[in-house]
């Protein structure tokens, strides 16, 4: 009946979404070269991005000043699915009750995880890649407001470099190593860096995300500039802890010997 009832519930959300859409005529057409914000919106992003974001790439300036607001809940939607996969995979079934039984498949293992093949140039060379990675999100950070890159990368980049460490080489000493749940306190910090670059000029006299009334003693454009590096910062270690939370989750649960029903090497 319930099966039925959420059916039910589905096809009439979908319908009432197509009366909506179907009834605004107030939006612009795809692809007009005539609406708003192709002839005004555009125009100001481009003539004036430089100028009020002090910042050469048009891109960033677009993201993390004119649309931070936007961003900044793209931040938290990824942040909040970190929280969701943790809470997912939170529960410990009983052994009977999984597809795959333990005690059957993994009886005379008495460890799992071990790593396939161990080869000289495999340690060596990933131990010379990782801080070549970590180097490069840096500069993928820092560079992103004049050229490509950001906050988004770089986060991406510095949690693969957790991701190498921790499936490629597990039995050497890690470069850095997060449980679940400081991977997700990271992620919030992360996450309220960003809220409270906005916040803070609400202090001084602006709006939410206004980077010119920040309290830094220096000129209006280079405010914007530290404002959008701060929010950058923000995202990429909000999408860095987001990414090891992921990990780690399915890692934790990967492993067979979490429920109640133990086993043992050969018995």
Known sequence: MRKYINVTFLIAAILLLFVIVAKIDVLPAIGDIDSAPALHVSKYYIEHSVQDTNSPNMVTAMIVDYRAFDTMFETTVMFLA????????AGRPKAKNRIVQPKRYFGHRYKLGDPAYKTINKDVMIT????????????????????LGG??????????????????????????????????????????????????????????????YLPIPVHAAERHAIGILLVEIGVTIGVMGTIITILNAIMKRVRFDDDTDKWTSGK
């Open 82 to 89: 970190g929280i969701g996969v943790i809470m997912i995979l």
């Open 151 to 212: 906050g988004f990368q770089s986060g991406a980049l510095i949690a693969l470099t957790y991701i190498i460490d921790i499936l490629v080489i597990p039995d050497k000493k890690n470069l850095f190593m997060m449980t679940g749940k400081n991977s997700a306190s990271i992620a919030g910090i992360g996450v309220l860096i960003y809220v409270m670059t906005g916040v803070v000029p609400m202090f001084n006299g602006g709006s939410f995300m206004d980077y010119t």
């Open 128 to 147: 010379l890649i990782e801080p070549l990675i970590l180097i490069y999100a840096f500069y993928v950070l820092f560079h992103g407001e004049v050229s």
